[in-house]
């Protein structure tokens, strides 16, 4: 089935640790996005692709870094996680406007809590 | 550089009540815009979008190019509307198309 996965859903980590947040889509799409979100709060784009080999930083700065080695994974990588970064990623991918009309899917979201 | 507002962060209204959800935008092109929602524990999705003029659970939403708005309406709110609602606008030129500019969000709550 056609669909967005983030893994893992909840992380809680100390200060320091390297972490990295999976994102992968079986929809087929070449966009990618992440996103930053506390609770009720607005969505932040830290950083989105549009193909294989092609990252780019978002609105909002983030000490995070992405790779897009295959099309359908995204990961997001903090080498040195802080309580600063305690939110939750959102990931979202979207595919061509004439296949899916310029439409974000976004996946479950992994909420990281740094201690 | 464009822009989505959503003045209002709570929205509480009755069952059966009429409900607007409030959305501006700034952009100097012709714009595209969407409403996507959040149920509670579940993921954001797409509610619906203004080039598809359709009626999504009830709502519509009209673009004002005049006003700038995309305002988000039902005549009869439903308990189980009760969610975090996004107005966001695509972003359609040169290296950044596709993406999206979301507002602040309004949590609706409908009581009984």
């Known amino acids: 089935e056609a669909d967005i996965y983030q893994t893992p859903r909840y992380l809680v980590i100390g200060t320091g640790k390297k972490i990295t947040l999976e994102c992968s889509q079986t929809m087929g799409h070449d966009k990618m996005y992440w996103y930053q979100q506390d609770p009720g709060m607005e969505l932040h784009l830290i950083h989105y692709s549009y193909g294989v080999n092609s990252t780019e930083k978002g609105d909002l700065s983030s000490e995070s870094t992405v790779s897009r080695i295959r099309t359908e994974h995204f990961p997001l990588t903090l080498e040195s996680a802080r309580p600063s970064h305690t939110s939750q990623y959102l990931c979202a991918s979207s595919g061509s406007k004439q296949v899916s009309g310029n439409i974000q899917y976004f996946g479950a979201g992994t909420r990281l809590s740094v201690l | 550089a464009q822009r989505v507002t959503q003045p209002e962060k709570l929205l509480s209204v009755f069952k059966g009540a009429p409900v607007e959800l409030k959305c501006n935008y700034s952009?100097?092109?012709?714009?595209?815009l969407f409403w996507y929602v959040q149920y509670s524990r579940q993921r954001l999705q797409l509610l619906l979008r203004h080039i598809s003029r359709e009626s999504i659970k009830g709502f519509t939403a009209d673009l004002n190019k005049g006003e700038t708005s995309f305002h988000l309406k039902k005549p009869f709110a439903q308990e189980e509307d009760s969610a975090m609602y996004y107005c966001a606008l695509l972003n359609a030129g040169g290296t950044s198309y596709g993406k999206l500019t979301f507002g602040q969000g309004t949590i609706l709550t409908v009581h009984p």
């Open positions: 952009y100097s092109g012709s714009p595209e």
